[in-house]
């Protein structure tokens, strides 16, 4: 399996739900990543997870709480968003840091009313 | 500062012509550059990455350290060639194990 998947697609959430995002890859790679496009932007990092630790929260919100429970799946968390948090969420991951090649999965497009 | 360059937000050319996507960055170690491309409705992947030295879709790049440059090109630009272009850079000695992002070139080649 060469492809990192992400569910679900589509999420719309209320501003006092809780939701969770989830990805997963089966490549053997140590290194993951959850980033933010907004359209027609690049991707905007938010966390890197690293041998399953988190190694880089670029000052996100706590409203996002990443987890990794183990070396294949990585969750994002989701609490109390605010409707500017709608945006396509992407998870990638590489075989050791963010000098190898990335691979990223389809995305979930999240709309927070 | 670590940072990527792209100065066009938008590229419109004709089928058949050449195309050149620029990118500049700065880097204060040994930089890691790749270019990775967005299809319409298709996940974002890596295109092609300087140590590689490959020729993917008929694209080529070489990195210039004395111009701090990684500019895109090929010969003859196809329609399906037609997406989102994000330069990227990533390094030892440098930044922190993040991969930084252009703003993008949107490649738009018309029949």
């Known amino acids: 399996d060469t492809e990192v998947t992400q569910t679900p697609k589509h999420l719309v959430m209320g501003m006092t739900n809780k939701k969770s995002l989830k990805c997963e890859q089966h490549?053997?790679?140590?290194?993951m990543y959850w980033y933010k496009q907004k359209a027609k932007k690049p991707p905007e990092l938010m966390f890197v997870?690293?041998?399953?630790?988190?190694?880089i929260n670029e000052s996100v919100p706590s409203r996002f709480s990443p987890e990794c429970p183990n070396s294949s799946l990585l969750n994002l968390h989701l609490h109390a968003l605010q409707p500017e948090d709608s945006a396509l969420y992407l998870c990638?991951?590489?075989?050791?840091?963010?000098?190898?090649?990335?691979?990223f999965g389809p995305g979930t497009r999240l709309t927070v009313l | 500062a670590q940072r990527v360059t792209q100065p066009e937000k938008l590229l419109s050319v004709f089928k058949g012509a050449p195309v050149e996507l620029k990118c500049n960055y700065s880097?204060?170690?040994?930089?890691?550059l790749f270019w990775y491309v967005q299809y319409s409705r298709q996940r974002l992947q890596l295109l092609l990455r300087?140590?590689s030295r490959e020729s993917i879709k008929g694209f080529t790049a070489d990195l210039n350290k004395g111009e701090t440059s990684f500019h895109l090109k090929k010969p003859f630009a196809q329609e399906e060639d037609s997406a989102m272009y994000y330069c990227a850079l990533s390094g030892y000695g440098g930044a922190t194990n993040k991969l930084i992002f252009g703003t993008g070139t949107l490649l738009a080649v018309q029949p």
């Open positions: 997870y690293s041998y399953e630790k988190l190694s």
């Open positions: 300087h140590i």
């Open positions: 490549m053997g790679h140590r290194a």
């Open positions: 990638a991951s590489s075989p050791r840091d963010s000098t190898d090649t990335q691979y």
């Open positions: 880097y204060s170690g040994s930089p890691e």
